[in-house]
């Protein structure tokens, strides 16, 4: 009895990560993006301060959403005017960091669906490929 329980809870999964930065302006655009294009999906959720720019913080993050959840789809979030990039936000440099992110993560797991997004201050969302 005890042993089923804990298998079923071990075995939750959900469908994609979604790694942003922390700042509060861009929060209410991105809740409204999962909602518009994301419907029903079920998502990990990780702020951190200048999203994908300490790679390797964000890469233990999506190993723990990997492992614990078999995520399928990892959505990267870069923003306009990033106080964690400072004067080198600029929206070459944020492509540049998001293309890196994803040849990582596509490195060690071949079989995730990476997407890259660059979020102007207006809420535009503008797909990096
Ligand atoms: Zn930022």
């Known amino acids: 009895m005890f042993m089923s329980t804990t298998l079923t ?11 942003s930065c922390i700042d509060f302006r861009f929060q209410k655009y991105i809740h409204e993006w999962i909602e518009k294009n994301m419907p029903n999906k079920t998502y990990d959720y990780v702020g951190f301060a200048g999203s994908t720019k300490e790679l390797d913080t964000i890469l233990g993050q999506i190993d723990i959403s990997v492992r614990l959840h078999s995520i399928h789809d990892v959505v990267l979030l870069h923003h306009e005017e990033c106080g964690a990039y400072g004067p080198e936000s600029t929206p070459e440099r944020h492509a540049t960091d998001l293309r890196k992110a994803r040849e990582t993560v596509l490195k060690k797991y071949p079989n995730l669906h990476v997407s890259l997004y660059y979020i102007h201050l207006d809420g535009t969302f503008e797909e990096i490929q």
């Open 9 to 19: 809870h071990m075995a939750h999964t959900c469908d994609a990560i979604i790694v």
